[in-house]
């Protein structure tokens, strides 16, 4: 008996005995893929031994050195490991030589604002290691290194992508950006130095941020012209064996051996070859289960591959299994339109494509490219942030409990049809952000890689310090050679096989201090950033990823989400800064929680404008009025905020609407609008919150049991609150509709006039009296009337520009929802003279609970949408 799942056909049972073959099923809208119901052969010769890096058609081959050039210390307390960073002496053929490193201590451990670990110092007696995998009289010179990529002949490395990486630079330019950074340099200058190190040791002993960053072409599973070779990098395993259904599940099979180990457990790596049946079939067919299957410290254990490219869940089963995704070369997916140019501002559709369905049920990237696609392009959005990409065996944690780094989430289709989605938006011109995950990762045993070599402390820091408490999930510990190697070639993973153009990255704040930022209130004052909290590991990493993005993919966008206001979060690495484009403003969505939670009567202009407008100079910010978080079942929408259960009844046309109803249909697009207009460079939205979706997000569960005997009740694994009611913001006769065509006037204004990034801004009245907010923005004058009765005739407003103004935006339309209190024909003069410390002036009506947007008339028609 088997099962389909996203067009992946699975026998129901799975065990050791098994001889049932996982088999991909026909009739995919992008792809179809093989039927595999039997193994071709089991008789083929193993090449073990010798590290069959040298079975490939050619190897790269990078000269060693005669020192180790960085060894390290380790400190206790809660501070970065990087003093035990474990360095190899050679390059990607060698991944895994792993180097004891000295204990130094630091020069003054009084001092606060210097990290607890210190790798500056290096022991230039110290021996070299060298590898069995290299050829000591082989020698590659820079320019001339050669590469070989699976299944292909050797090629020129600038040929198969040109190393564009900057030099790491001085780092002292943020000094001059803000001179408040000169009382914390030792611990910058520290911190920059460490990152410098780190570079110097990458070139070294693999040639460079490039090479380095292409993991997935030796570890994992990689094709040849004549066979499959598999690679798993696990220190802590006594024995490792292959297994799946081309081998029947025998671990006594495919017997794994170490990569040029001299002694047990040199090394850590583990790997085999299989030669290609004699029929010249791969040995492994596409679409087949396929597992580790190791001695252990903790006991036998049969482990999903850490590099795997995709993996299943069969109904009824708790663990995952992993495939080995192979298609034939016509079957896959090949993109056809390129990348769109990096936008001067972006505007962002954040999206979960599982809960993207009107019906309740986990949708596909099938269908979210047919449907949700050309309705984020209607919309004005120029840029999709998708989340839930990364393999996660948790549907409810939202994709942010990962368990499989390299795999796309199969509950929505295959790795073709992701693909076909991200080819789909760039034809229609937006690109496409992922939200990574490299902050965390699932404490799962059986499917993820918690204790995937039988130790806590593989992949990520042992004890208290690698378990994040409140997360239930494992921490990495980015202070190992390995893990950098792992998340480095992860993030270039999706943008070089996928196409994404660029990453949110998810919970920097946690990744940046050893508190995660836990139970601290940070209020701005440096020492909270520059002292022993700080984890200099990760900063070191996030300053490498930016590095990497940026230097091979130079239109990517990297943001990161950080609440902490790290100074210098956006300012390039080579400046001395962590290397973002953007951070998330977190703290514009906090605020409107806290004012929506009193009545508006009670909202002070002034307290508005300083958090829309309150962040670093030269950092560029998101701005967001909610995201996917307000939107979770325990939290609210800014929606539901202000109409609470009045949206269930009284949001249809053909009925009066309630006090409730006009109140919030007119504070929900000011509070959007001037979000967008003061608060950032970029602008972000979660599907469903532009026209004000009256559901939260619930995904399926069933009833939990605590240990105190609590149950806390589920919903039955229903769907019904887990997708997005697109349907009630086309309905032409429901108030949600006003709502989205409001919203959509909104990114097409930005779009028209690039507001957002306007070098000129000047806020120019911040009445608490009138509850007015009057701001220019490039060309355009803002004029907002928080007030909730009172509106204001021939009300004078302040502007740089004279001459003739007209209305380009008006929340009050009856298209809006509003009630067209304005003439739009009318035009407004200005006049000369100071006012609100602007050279001219107009006068205009100001309805209450209204925002009107003016430009200067150039025979311009007004936005509607």
């Not at 451990?109 to 007696?125: A, Q, R, Y």
Request: proline content about 5%; overall charge negative; aromatic content about 12%.
């Amino acid at each position: 008996m088997v099962y389909t799942l996203s067009g992946i056909r699975l026998p129901v049972v799975s065990s050791a005995n098994n001889q049932s073959v996982l088999s991909i099923s026909s009739g995919r809208r992008t792809a179809n893929l093989s039927l595999f119901s039997k193994k071709s052969s089991f008789s083929r010769k193993i090449f073990a031994g010798k590290s069959s890096y040298d079975s490939d058609s050619s190897s790269l081959r990078v000269a060693a050195s005669d020192k180790t050039l960085v060894p390290g210390s380790q400190i206790d307390g809660s501070s970065s490991s990087t003093g035990q960073i474990e360095v190899p002496d050679t390059v990607l053929e060698d991944p895994q030589v792993l180097q004891d490193v000295d204990d130094l201590t630091m020069e003054d451990d009084n001092d606060i604002n210097k990290p607890t670990n210190d790798c500056s110092k290096v022991d230039e007696n110290q021996d070299f290691v060298h590898s069995d995998l290299i050829d000591k009289d082989d020698k590659v010179q820079g320019a001339e290194k050669a590469v070989t990529l699976p299944g292909t002949g050797t090629i020129k490395k600038e040929e198969a992508r040109p190393k564009s990486i900057p030099p790491p630079g001085t780092g002292q330019r943020i000094y001059e950006i803000d001179p408040f950074l000169r009382g914390y340099r030792e611990h910058i200058d520290y911190r920059f130095g460490q990152y410098k190190k780190m570079r110097e040791a990458i070139d070294k002993y693999e040639g460079g941020l490039d090479l380095f960053s292409r993991g997935y072409e030796k570890m994992g599973f990689t094709r040849s012209a004549t066979g499959i070779t598999y690679r798993e990098w696990a220190p802590g395993a006594k024995s490792a064996a292959l297994i799946g259904d081309f081998n029947n599940w025998n671990p006594n099979a495919d017997i794994m051996t170490q990569v040029g180990s001299r002694t047990k457990n040199e090394f850590g790596v583990w790997e085999i070859f299989l030669p290609n049946n004699a029929d010249g079939s791969p040995p492994i067919p596409h679409g087949s289960r396929v597992k580790i299957h190791m001695d252990t410290p903790s006991g036998i254990k049969d482990s999903i591959p850490a590099w795997i490219e995709f993996s299943v869940q069969a109904p009824g089963e708790i663990p995952y299994n992993g495939i080995y995704y192979d298609p034939p070369e016509e079957e896959k997916y090949v993109f056809q339109h390129p990348q769109p140019k990096k936008p001067k501002s972006l505007r962002i559709y954040e999206a979960h494509v599982g809960m993207s369905s009107t019906e309740p049920v986990v949708n596909t990237y099938a269908n979210f490219r047919d449907d949700v696609l050309p309705r984020i392009k209607r919309l004005g959005y120029n840029a999709v942030q998708i989340m839930a990409i990364q393999e996660h065996s948790y549907y409810g944690s939202f994709g942010y409990h990962v368990t499989n780094f390299f795999a796309p989430s199969s509950r929505c289709g295959t790795p073709d049809d992701l693909k076909s989605l991200i080819d789909k938006a760039h034809e229609l011109g937006l690109l496409v952000l992922m939200d990574i995950v490299h902050s965390h990762a699932s404490n799962n045993v059986l499917d993820g890689l918690n204790m995937f070599d039988g130790t806590d402390s593989h992949y990520f820091h042992s004890g208290s310090r690698g378990y994040h408490w409140m997360w239930d999930s494992r921490l990495f510990n980015y202070g190992s050679w390995e893990v950098l190697r792992f998340l480095l070639s992860n993030a270039r993973w999706w943008l070089d096989e996928y196409k994404f153009d660029g990453f949110r990255f998810d919970g920097v704040t946690s990744m940046m201090y050893t508190h995660h930022g836990l139970q601290v209130e940070f209020t701005g004052n440096y020492n909270e950033y520059f002292g022993y909290a700080t984890d200099v590991d990760a900063m070191v990493y996030l300053m490498l990823v930016n590095d990497l993005i940026h230097g091979l993919f130079p239109e990517a966008v990297t943001i990161g989400e950080d609440v902490s206001g790290m100074p210098a979060f956006c300012i390039p690495v080579q400046d001395g800064g962590v290397g973002f484009d953007y951070r998330l403003h977190m703290a514009i969505a906090d605020k409107w929680i806290e004012l929506l939670k009193k009545p508006d009567e009670y909202w002070k202009m002034g307290d508005i404008i300083h958090t829309l407008t309150n962040r670093r100079w030269l950092e560029k910010c998101v701005a967001y009025a909610e995201s996917h978080d307000q939107a979770l079942v325990g939290d609210k929408t800014i929606a539901f905020w202000l109409m609470d259960k009045d949206m269930y009844d009284f949001m249809a046309l053909d009925r009066p609407a309630t006090p409730a109803i006009d109140r919030g249909i007119a504070l929900h697009k000011m509070i959007r609008l001037i979000t967008m207009g003061l608060g950032g460079e970029g602008y972000l939205n979660f599907m469903g919150n532009e026209f004000g979706h009256p559901e939260w997000i619930d995904f399926p569960r069933g009833d939990q049991h605590l240990p105190s005997g609590k149950r806390i009740l589920g919903n039955n694994f229903s769907f019904d609150k887990c997708r997005r009611r697109f349907d009630l913001g086309d309905a032409e006769f429901l108030r949600y509709r006003g709502l989205q065509e409001f919203d959509q006037a909104m990114q097409h204004l930005e779009e028209k006039y690039g507001f957002m990034t306007s070098e000129h801004q000047y806020i120019s009245r911040k009445d608490e009296g009138d509850r007015i907010v009057v701001f220019e923005k490039g060309d355009l004058v803002f004029v907002f009337n928080f007030h909730w009765t009172n509106s204001y005739s021939d009300y004078r407003v302040g502007c740089l520009k004279p001459g003739k103004y007209k209305i380009v935006l008006d929340s009050d339309l009856l298209l809006f929802g509003g009630f067209n209190r304005l003439d739009h024909n009318a035009e407004y003069f200005s006049s000369d003279g100071w006012y609100d410390d602007r050279p001219h002036s107009f006068l205009i009506y100001a309805p209450c609970r209204t925002v009107v947007v003016y430009a200067p008339d150039k025979e311009l028609e007004p936005v509607k949408g």
